[in-house]
């Protein structure tokens, strides 16, 4: 693969997703937030009581809040619900959560640790969204993690599980992770890209691969223009992506609301469990929602576990620890304690760019108390029959399990 360096020559959506990366960097200093966190106290102050109102990205992490919704289920927990707002990047999602426009979002989890202790905003994971559904995907002649020495990959964003494990995998082979320049035989260079972008970039050579959620792992399979070098689940077991972010004030102050919200976000992972065909056809652009762009059938190869071309994936290494029988993605809402306390450990050690001086003072148990409230993910798991609804050990803990 010819070496690449974007930062000479760069298309459009390059340029924007530079730019997107700097508003976001900004918005994750205190002093970059303060506007809008002052614009959210004046929404709060003229509607105390607001509706839930979802924001997301179009792809398969926001799958739970898209299908309460549709099924009416937070109407059901008697809550009045706005019709969920889809977002084109990760900096205006955060701009409209920090500004109030939105109460309830799917946020990359470290970007939550970036957003509370860079920001000082106010907010708190309240639930999962999922576990697993990304992965590693490269160009058709790449066999293995060492044939990315010398090229570009592309990232969703540094405060990204993707950025943590990617990194991980790259360090196994002896290859270094860099920002800026020419990467070196030994060097990969990693890019923030926009997800939508990802594809495109990657059918015209531009990069060597991709590391994102789905489905855009899947349609690049279904286009021909790549293959998946490995999932992520398959590295870091049940990994969380993306988790529900409330604001505090909410928890704080509306405490039956929050947990009703919570509720319907529970009720919804339990319903996917056994309808998974019917959460592709409501995701997709076929539903009357519309709530993404991706056919049903794309969003049907990660969706629905009887897809999952098992054999396949092991034979080529997309899959290496078979004895996890993992899903190509699942859902589960209770925001464990011992992955929060890891994801902390682990970004310490991972190259990110951009205002990161914070991470160095951060204690992993205080921030696994500090920025996650699951007293209401609990209430609402142990209403519907507690964790072996979900196919998990009844008493909350775990123990993470990464490999190479």
């Not at 990359?108 to 905003?121: E, N």
């Not at 951009?354 to 142990?382: H, M, Q, T, W």
């Amino acid at each position: 693969m010819k070496k690449t360096d974007l930062s000479q020559n760069e298309p459009v959506a390059t340029q924007e997703a530079r730019r997107q990366f700097l508003k976001l960097s900004s918005l994750f200093t205190a002093a970059g937030a303060l506007p809008l966190l002052n614009l959210h106290k004046q929404a709060r102050a003229a509607e105390t009581d607001a509706p839930l109102r979802i924001g997301y990205l179009p792809i398969t992490d926001a799958t739970p809040l898209l299908v309460a919704h549709n099924n009416g289920i937070f109407e059901e927990q008697g809550i009045k619900v706005e019709k969920p707002r889809l977002f084109r990047s990760w900096a205006q999602l955060v701009e409209a959560f920090l500004a109030g426009q939105v109460n309830a979002v799917h946020l990359l989890s470290p970007m939550t640790i970036w957003a509370r202790y860079g920001s000082q905003s106010k907010a708190k994971i309240v639930a999962w969204n999922h576990m697993s559904g990304s992965g590693l995907t490269v160009q058709p002649n790449i066999n293995d993690l060492s044939d990315l020495g010398g090229t570009t990959v592309a990232i969703p964003f540094w405060y990204s599980i993707h950025n943590v494990v990617l990194q991980h995998l790259l360090k196994s082979k002896g290859l270094e992770s860099i920002a800026d320049g020419e990467p070196g035989p030994k060097q990969v260079k990693l890019v923030v890209m926009a997800p939508s972008d990802m594809l495109p970039a990657l059918a015209n050579r531009r990069i060597s691969g991709y590391i994102v959620a789905e489905p855009f792992n899947a349609a690049a399979e279904q286009l021909k223009v790549g293959k998946i070098l490995r999932f992520t689940g398959d590295v870091w077991k049940d990994h969380a992506c993306c988790v529900v972010l409330m604001h505090e004030e909410d928890t704080v102050n509306r405490p039956e609301w929050s947990q009703a919200v919570v509720n319907g976000i529970v009720q919804a992972q339990a319903w996917i469990q056994d309808n998974r065909e019917e959460t592709a056809r409501i995701l997709s652009k076929e539903h009357d929602q519309r709530y993404t762009p991706h056919a049903y059938e794309t969003l049907a190869e990660v969706l629905v576990p009887a897809k999952l071309n098992r054999a396949m994936y092991e034979k080529n290494g997309a899959i290496v620890n078979t004895e996890w029988e993992e899903k190509r993605i699942d859902f589960q809402p209770y925001p464990f304690p011992s992955y929060t306390e890891e994801l902390v450990r682990r970004l310490k050690d991972t190259l990110v760019s951009g205002r990161n001086d914070f991470l160095a003072e951060l204690d992993p148990a205080y921030v696994a108390k500090d920025l996650v409230d699951d007293r209401f993910a609990r209430k609402a798991i142990e209403s519907i029959g507690g964790l072996p609804v979900f196919g998990l050990q009844p008493d909350y803990e775990r123990q993470e399990i990464i490999t190479v």
